[in-house]
């Protein structure tokens, strides 16, 4: 897809800070961290979002993340890490390839992934909800 960036960055019309590659995925340094190492993970298989992942490219995915993470980690004398997946808008999902994020994180960095909700839903409630959509 000529317009996705992603895409352009796999086919190579694109550059990158380029740190794993195999049949399957790509991975490179994000061009606007949010943290030290801020890392990408991308399919070479373009889809929308993780909902339309191939499972066989989502296994590579996780086995690119599990291979890099380790030396990220060590790399930027971080303390551990996320890994995150945005899917829509309304999530954070800015380029519409399926992608992983891998955010190296420290104690220090100042940086809070989720809060908690204040009041707490009734979960009763919430989970037969759900169950009906599933």
């Given at each position: ?57 989502a ?54 992934m ?21």
């Amino acid at each position: 897809m000529s317009d996705c960036i992603f895409c352009n960055i796999i086919s190579g019309a694109a550059p990158c800070h380029k740190l794993y590659e195999d049949d399957h995925v790509v991975a490179f340094l994000d061009i606007f961290p949010s943290v030290l190492g801020h890392t990408l993970v991308v399919p070479k298989k373009h889809s929308n979002n993780v909902l339309g992942l191939d499972p066989h490219e989502a296994e590579a995915a996780i086995g690119a993340i599990q291979k890099l993470a380790p030396g990220l980690v060590k790399a930027v004398g971080a303390e551990g890490f996320n890994i995150g997946c945005n899917t829509g808008a309304a999530a954070g999902q800015v380029v519409h390839h399926t992608h992983f994020h891998i955010l190296p994180r420290r104690s220090d960095d100042g940086k809070r992934m989720w809060g908690q909700m204040d009041p707490k839903p009734d979960l009763d409630a919430l989970i037969e909800t759900i169950r009906k959509e599933l």
